[in-house]
């Protein structure tokens, strides 16, 4: 099974970077590239799913992210069943990095197996990847982080 890795130094704190995986509408809408048209009220509990829409420029495909593991601002492992762009499998994991954090994004096709696997689900990889990097790039430019208070 062929997969994309791709590694993320963040100058922002681990719960920071949380914050954005948490919230479905930014996270599906931003990486994705369309607004979740049915948000989860447990996202992104074990099992929870949000139906949403996966955009290439003027092409819109109805999809669907189920989440098969998380682990509170620690790791989120989905499931992402894009109709004929291919099922893939799309991790996130997040790690304390010095002052910031080290965010590690895996996607990989689910289905079906053998070389079409790949070749079905690369354009959308390639999509999620320049996605994943420009939503952490607008936390990098934009966010601000509360000060955290100082215990005596």
Known sequence: MTSMV??????????????????ARRYLGRVMGGAPTRLPDAWPEFGSSAQHEVCVGPVRKPALTIVRHCEHARSLRMEIRGGWLGTLGLDVEVRPWGDGTFVTVQEYPLSPTGILSFVQSLPLMV???KRHRRLLLELDE??????????S
Do not use: I
Request: net charge negative; glycine share 0%; aromatic share 6%.
């Open 127 to 129: 999509l999620l990847r």
């Open 6 to 23: 791709q590694h993320y130094k963040v100058d922002h704190s681990p719960e920071d970077v949380w914050t954005l995986v948490e919230d």
């Open 142 to 151: 934009s966010h601000t982080t509360t000060a955290r208070p100082k215990s």
